[in-house]
């Protein structure tokens, strides 16, 4: 009989091999000198923070429990509160208080869930947990002089007071507050609030004080503002939506970009003097969609059905790449002084573009809005602009302006009104204007009209007495004959540089 | 992009060359509030309230759609070769906006500057722009600069003001020289400038030329204290007065002209 080969060749070899190896890891067969010691991690330093508890962290006559030295500390389990008590209190600064994903619920009377309680404290860090339901705050780290915290992933809702309020110089980031009756998030000067959301919270959704930062942030639902910003801060990328007052109100000199407000019932975006305002969108607010103080820059902002009008501001601002579309009052409407460029006003529920005195309006379109297209008060310059298909006048101005190279048509639509509507002392010169009920009309003496054309009016040219004017030659009938070739005599009927045509 | 810089004992903000700073706030610090090397762009920021310039810019940067308002300085000092656009400058403590040479400033506002609003070295280009109730000049422009289609109010002193080989064209200006102040709509300082199409009306001189050598056409000028001051050997177009128009209405499609002059270079008085 053969013998069976061998098939425990490999299994043994690999035994040998493994018994080896465990051999050079279990260490030298001569043991080192002196007593037998434990190499392995100890629970301590496993988990090195100090869990909190009656023990650790007894309470006191006001909290369950009570931090008072420094150090990293973490809840084991939810914690129920009591009334006239904190859930945990903080009084030392340099505390991190992870709350391990479980549920601080309070009980009416109670106090904050978490709070600082000692003037001064800085470097607190409240993070990964659930607060609910407390007579004060959720979380509060914002007693006077606390700077320097962190509150992250930190869920509040139906506390009696903010949902979070953080000291001066703290980060809240990835929280959201939640039908508290007070603020959702209070941030004091110089914070970072990011990727947070806050809503149906009593009073304002998320504020800020001077110097703060908002960036991803939603504001919905919410009493009050959906964001309130201090002077000096920045709002970006955020939305507030169907919050009773109004969406995103900052003070002066912030900058608000790359945000929407959405069916607030207030206005959709305010600001004081000095702002910037940029990229924003502002959709069926109950006010204003856009409203600025003195001194703002405002582009790239399109403002649509808002209940009164869509963009607003006041003295020496400028707008530019703007559009205003079906508001119920004015599409847009400037202060003294400023400058509108490159914008769009259409189907407004008044004028398209209403300037104050003094003003600029250039490069802008304004068609059929249910006033003027465009109007400009004392001293302001209305150039190269559009005018079409507007209820009444196309370009309606005071006294005074320097109305230029602007093309008005189709105006009176549906009511009665001129290409250009001109009171007294103004410069009319170059323009086109066709297919209204009248052309050119100028109700005030004074006025310097030359080299414009009108076409296709009811009536060209309705001009009060005392205004100077270049010639206005009757082109409609003048027969010219075609011309194909490199030279032709002229065929305006004129050699007056400043004629005025009809045609 | 997107910072605060606020209450900081020196600049808010201070970059390096070739920079792009969006979006920012600076407020309340004790230099500028932001400052910017060669070769950088601004845009979207807004400065407030610093103790030196709102924005301070070396040359051959961009600042656009940005905002300066009520700073102890100027709202916006920028270098040689640089390009402000859709900025607004109000309630500085000196000028509103400044630009070294072969600068371009467009679609900008300055109001209630303590100072000139808008002001600029050689060869620049200011189109556009709004100067309003500025406490010295409106705009003030060096030589080979064009100013066109601005509208400068209500400044204490002159609406523009240029040296020479300037272009001052399509301008609105009215009542400057406002309040206590004595000015003219444009005052032409030296010699050797086009001065075209503008409409000055409501200062104490319409148009003011004190050197020769400069071209006067197109222009109208009304109910200034003299519409008119303008040093001999000058070259313009006939001057006519038309303060006492005295023309028919007009309800047509025709009409004799009114302006008793068929020169096309013809400058109005009315």
């Known amino acids: 009989m053969n013998a069976r080969p061998i098939h425990v060749t490999l299994p043994i070899c690999a035994a040998v091999l493994a018994a080896g190896a465990w051999l050079a890891y279990a260490g030298d067969l001569i043991p080192p000198a002196g007593p037998v010691a434990p190499t392995h991690k100890t629970l301590t330093e496993i988990e090195p923070r100090t869990a909190v508890n009656a023990t650790n962290t007894p309470g006191d006559a006001d909290s369950l429990f009570k931090i008072s030295q420094a150090g990293s500390y973490y809840l084991m389990g939810n914690i129920q509160g009591i009334a006239a008590k904190r859930g945990i209190e903080i009084a030392a600064s340099g505390v991190k208080v992870d709350l391990n994903g479980f549920d601080l619920f309070g009980v009416p009377g109670s106090l904050e869930g978490v709070g600082v309680t000692v003037i001064g404290t800085r470097n607190v860090a409240v993070v990964n947990g659930s607060v609910r339901n407390w007579g004060g705050d959720g979380v509060s780290l914002a007693a006077i002089g606390v700077t320097n915290c962190r509150i992250q992933d930190v869920l509040a809702s139906g506390n009696a007071g903010a949902g979070i309020s953080a000291g001066q110089g703290s980060t809240v980031t990835d929280c959201a507050a939640a039908s508290n009756t007070g603020s959702g998030i209070n941030a004091n000067t110089g914070c970072t609030v990011a990727d947070c959301s806050a809503s149906f919270n009593g009073g304002t959704g998320i504020s800020t004080s001077t110097a703060g930062a908002v960036s991803n942030c939603s504001a919905y639902h919410n009493t009050g503002n959906g964001f309130f910003a201090a002077d000096g801060c920045k709002l970006a990328g955020c939305m507030a939506n169907n919050n009773t007052a109004t969406g995103l109100s900052m003070g002066s000199g912030c900058t608000v970009s790359n945000c929407s407000a959405y069916q607030n019932g207030g206005s959709g ?3 004081n003097g000095g702002s910037t305002v940029s990229n924003v969108s502002v959709f069926g607010n109950g006010g204003y969609g856009i409203s600025t103080s003195d001194g703002c820059s405002v582009s790239n902002c399109s403002a649509y059905n808002n209940a009164i009008t869509g963009i607003v ?3 020496g601002c400028t707008l530019g790449g703007c559009s205003a579309y079906d508001n119920i009052s004015s599409g847009i409407v400037v202060g003294t002084g400023c400058t509108v460029s490159n914008c769009s006003a259409r189907q407004n529920g008044e004028d398209g573009i209403s300037a104050d005195t003094n003003c600029v309006v250039a490069d802008c379109a304004a068609v059929e809005n249910t006033r003027d297209g465009i109007f400009a008060y004392n001293g302001s310059t209305v150039s190269d602009c559009s005018a079409a298909l507007n209820t009444l006048d196309g370009v309606s101005c005071g006294a005074s302006c320097m109305i230029r190279d602007n093309n008005c048509t189709f105006n009176g639509n549906t009511g009665s009104g001129a290409g250009i509507h001109a009171s007294a002392h103004s410069r009319i010169e170059g323009n086109n204007c ?16 030359f080299r414009n054309t009108c076409s296709l009016n009811t009536s060209d040219w309705e001009l009060g007495p005392n205004n100077i004017f270049g010639p206005i030659v009757d082109h409609r009938q003048l027969p010219s004959a075609s011309v194909s070739g490199f030279s032709a005599s002229s065929s305006l009927g004129t050699t007056d540089a400043n004629a005025n045509f009809s045609n | 992009m997107g910072c605060i810089a606020s209450s900081n004992t020196d600049d808010g903000i201070n970059t390096g060359l070739g920079c792009t700073v969006a979006d920012c706030s600076a407020s309340f610090n004790s230099g500028s509030g932001i400052k910017t090397s060669t070769g950088c762009r601004v845009a979207g920021c807004a400065a407030y309230h610093n103790a030196v310039d709102g924005f301070e810019s070396s040359d051959n940067c961009t600042v656009a759609n940005c905002s300066t308002y009520s700073n102890a300085g100027i709202g916006i000092s ?15 403590t000196s000028h509103g906006i400044r630009v070294g040479s072969g600068g371009a400033v467009t679609h900008c506002t300055a109001f209630s500057n303590t100072g000139v609003g808008i002001t600029s070295s ?20 060096t030589q080979g600069s064009t100013v066109a289609d601005c509208s400068t109010t209500f400044n204490t002193l002159d609406g523009i003001v240029c040296t020479f080989g300037c272009v001052i064209r399509g301008n609105s200006c009215e009542k400057n020289g406002f309040s206590d102040g004595d ?20 200062a104490d001189r319409g148009i003011d030329v004190n050197s020769s050598g400069s071209i006067i056409v ?38 004799p002209s009114s302006l008793d002059s068929t020169d096309p270079n013809a400058n109005f008085s009315y």
């Open chain 1, 269 to 271: 975006i305010i600001t």
């Open chain 1, 313 to 315: 501001t006041v003295a």
């Open chain 1, 434 to 449: 066709a297919s209204a009920d009248r052309g050119i009309q100028v109700t005030g003496l004074g006025n310097f009209i």
């Open chain 2, 78 to 92: 920028a270098g040689d070769s640089c390009t402000i656009s859709a900025c607004s400058a109000g309630t500085n």
């Open chain 2, 122 to 141: 050689a060869g620049c280009v200011l189109t556009s722009c709004s100067a309003y109730k500025n406490t010295q000049i409106g705009i003030n422009v």
């Open chain 2, 183 to 202: 000015g003219a709509g444009i005052h032409a300082l030296g010699a050797a400038n086009l001065i075209e199409g503008n409409d000055c009306t409501g």
């Open chain 2, 218 to 255: 197109r222009n109208a000028c009304k109910m200034n204290t003299l519409n008119w001051v303008m040093a001999a050997n000058n070259v313009f177009g006939p001057i006519i007065d038309r303060t006492i128009p005295a023309s028919p209405a007009v309800s047509g499609n025709s009409a």
